[in-house]
């Protein structure tokens, strides 16, 4: 008799920790599928990104993002929800001017090296580009 409770004891011990384990696990899951996802799409954009116009790329991939952005952002904790609301909010108001084919080929920066003045360089589109990828990317994770 004493031999059957101590297997019933060992069967339930063994089925909440069980349990315990498959609730970790699903908790856990719940809240990494859609950041890897979102992981995905970033890397997808970069390897998409058009090396001939920034600009148009970038007014193509501004609903994507949104809706990216939108359907992660339940998943993450504060901090990652203001890191990602506040790239979002630059990513989506970058300037045109900034993302003209001109500034890529280095041009400009060959003629801001020439100029002793301390101003901050202008970035490359892509360096831009890539920049807020980056950053969407950290704030993901």
């Known amino acids: 008799m ?26 856990y899951k719940r ?35 949104r809706d990216s952005v939108s ?6 904790c504060l901090p990652q929800r203001a890191s990602i609301d506040d790239t979002w909010r630059e990513y989506d108001t970058i300037p045109d001017d900034h993302l003209e084919q001109d500034n890529e080929s280095g041009t400009v920066q060959e003629i801001e090296a020439l100029d002793d003045s301390k101003l901050p360089r202008t970035p490359k589109p892509s360096e831009i580009l890539n920049g807020f990828l980056d950053r969407f ?3 993901a994770k």
């Open 2 to 27: 004493c031999d059957t409770i101590e297997k019933a004891v060992f069967m339930v011990a063994g089925s909440v920790v069980s349990g315990l384990v498959g609730l970790i696990l699903f908790f």
């Open 71 to 76: 359907r992660v952002y339940p998943f993450l």
């Open 137 to 139: 990317e950290k704030a």
């Open 31 to 65: 809240k990494r599928d859609p950041k890897d996802s979102f992981l995905v799409f970033i890397a997808m954009q970069r390897r998409s990104i058009d090396k001939h116009n920034f600009a148009i790329w970038h007014e193509r991939s501004r609903p994507e993002f």
